[in-house]
């Protein structure tokens, strides 16, 4: 069992940064392929980044280039930077975990956080 609880989210202006923050519990952490989803309000959920234990790193296309996906094993810690941020960025972010590799679909995901939500105004 794995549980995420997200934090960072709040109101930025077009162009600004933040930085997303996902702690996890359990011992197993490591192990876990951790992503980033995103949804808006009337859209479905979306695929933001991913990595697996071993630092490799996937990201939509809609990020990539400002987005940044890393983490900290040590602290049990997946962070999401992202960068030159534009209104269409706005939405709740959920950290997800998986054992194994990353996927992109969020329905191959078994764990969740709560969310955090991005607002980026023009």
């Known amino acids: 069992q794995v549980q995420l609880v997200e934090s960072g989210g709040g109101l930025v202006q077009t162009g600004g940064s933040l930085r997303l923050s996902c702690a996890a519990s359990g011992r197993t952490f490591s192990s876990y392929s951790m992503g980033w989803f995103r949804q808006a309000p009337g859209k479905e959920r979306e695929f933001v980044a991913a990595i697996i234990s071993s630092g490799g790193t996937d990201y939509a296309d809609s990020v990539k280039g400002r987005g940044s996906i890393s983490r900290d094993n040590t602290k049990n810690t997946v962070y999401l930077q992202m960068n030159s941020l534009k209104p269409e960025d706005t939405a709740v972010y959920y950290c997800?975990?998986?054992?194994?590799?990353?996927?992109?679909?969020?329905?191959?995901?078994?764990?969740w956080g709560q969310g955090t939500q991005v607002t980026v105004s023009s």
């Open positions: 997800s975990a998986r054992p194994g590799g990353w996927q992109r679909g969020p329905g191959l995901y078994p764990y």
